[in-house]
């Protein structure tokens, strides 16, 4: 984030829309594509990029005089690979910019930082309700109340174990494994958090074993940083404002037995930040009310054994989550199950692969979590594995979004380095992700 950036106001923003390609739209202009591969009549695009088949590649130009191939993985979730995105010794200039930086372990629980500030903000039963009922249905259904990120904390938690909590708690009780809102206001948030803290937990059900550190990309930082954010726009085709205010980078390591069980990147953000103060908004940090709109990994080395990336459900026809765990196979399981899933993305140093985690609403803008973006990191067998996670990070209401790019701009005027606000807080965000 840049220090002395103009505050706008909202009329300056009135085109502000994300670049996810629309499957209703035309091709607008020539494409460059792989001669290698027929062209189709049906192409689903937005200008410049096409996405109607797996497989297909297509030229972008992230940096000056060089392109880089982009070839589509996957429709759904909507996913491509790039080969070179940065070169062998950029990679090794980010591992070692992380280890001077500090890795620390990558946290598995809920952070308190996260639950101080949903208190601070006076988040009450109803509003958790909203934020967790994703298709709107007026109902929990057990894939909701997994998704809560302090109620999993570190575990990776199944159907059956919901169930129990149920039943023990007297939450559900009719027993169809759905709550109401008036069931859920019923029970106390805190009776969940201490029947989750009673259960016990096999060490290969913690959702993950990783180190992480945070880079910060704004003003001052190494001009690495700023490289991959210009590349990061080039690709996405978002402007420098979304990409700017985003996450800073995290870069982790996974050594031997490092794994992540699959997981979404994104969940429903606080939905009104209008009611905020703008200390209060710096105090809380800025990233407590976004949502990860869209993922750029890269991979900082190869890895001898493992470690690859692996959407269990990519370009599935349904998506059904209890069809997740059959047969005593749980697809979320990447330490035990990895060779089930659907799409396995093996690290070769440089490469990136870029991929939405929301859909589109009507108007363009960040829609519901693609359900099919569910993804993990296999178990690392030998050698040790170095990625990069660049989040492009929005809040779900353009409005909010908006009031955001303004307080931040404000705060960046005020004379403060919002790139403070990311030291203090970046490794309490998202880290249930």
């Not at 910019?97 to 903000?121: C, M, N, T, V």
């Not at 402007?239 to 037995?257: C, M, T, W």
């Not at 108007?363 to 660049?390: F, M, P, R």
Request: proline share 5%.
């Amino acid at each position: 984030m840049r220090r002395g950036a103009e505050a706008k106001t909202a009329s300056q923003h009135t085109c502000l829309t994300l670049a996810r390609p629309r499957l209703d739209q035309p091709p607008s202009q020539p494409i460059s594509s792989d001669p290698s591969l027929p062209p189709r009549d049906d192409a689903t695009v937005v200008p410049g990029m096409r996405v109607s088949e797996v497989g297909h590649k297509q030229e972008v130009e992230l940096v000056p005089n060089k392109i880089h191939f982009m070839k589509t993985l996957s429709l759904k979730p909507l996913a491509f690979e790039i080969p070179d995105f940065l070169s062998e010794d950029e990679c090794k200039l980010l591992i070692n910019l992380a280890k001077r930086e500090g890795l620390k372990k990558s946290p598995i629980q809920f952070s308190k930082e996260r639950a101080d500030s949903l208190e601070e903000l006076a988040v009450n039963q109803m509003e958790i309700f909203n934020i967790l009922d994703f298709n709107h249905d007026g109902q929990l259904q057990i894939i909701e109340m997994m998704s809560h990120e302090r109620l999993a904390k570190d575990q990776l938690l199944t159907p059956k174990d919901i169930m129990e909590m149920y039943s023990s708690l007297k939450a559900d009780p009719d027993g169809n494994g759905v709550l109401s809102l008036e069931e859920f206001k019923g029970v106390n948030m805190q009776d969940f958090y201490r029947y989750i803290d009673r259960k016990k937990t096999n060490k290969r059900e913690l959702v993950r074993n990783s180190q992480q550190a945070w880079l910060v990309q704004g003003k001052g930082a190494h001009p690495i940083m700023h490289s991959i954010q210009q590349r990061v726009i080039h690709l996405t085709r978002l402007s420098a404002e979304i990409i700017e205010l985003s996450e800073p980078l995290q870069v982790v390591r996974y050594d031997p037995g490092g794994y992540y069980h699959a997981h979404w990147d994104s969940g429903k953000a606080v939905p009104d930040i209008s009611r905020i103060s703008l200390e209060q908004f710096v105090h809380i940090s800025p990233y407590h009310f976004l949502s990860r709109y869209a993922t750029v990994l890269i991979y900082l080395s190869n890895v001898t054994g493992g470690g690859e990336t692996n959407f269990p459900i990519a370009d599935n026809r349904t998506y059904d989550y209890q069809s997740l765990i059959q047969n005593n196979i749980d697809l979320r399981d990447t330490y035990r199950h990895c060779d089930k899933g659907n799409l396995r993305i093996k690290p070769v140093q440089g490469t990136a692969v870029f991929w939405y985690n929301h859909l589109s609403d009507d108007e363009g803008w960040i829609g519901d979590i693609d359900q099919y973006s569910l993804h993990g990191g296999c178990l690392v067998t030998e050698g040790t594995k170095w990625i990069a996670n660049q989040w492009i990070s929005v809040h779900p209401n353009k409005r909010s979004q908006l009031l955001l790019q303004k307080v931040m701009a404000q705060h960046a005027n005020d004379g403060d380095q919002s790139e403070g606000i990311v030291d203090e807080y970046c490794p309490a965000v998202h880290e249930e992700l």
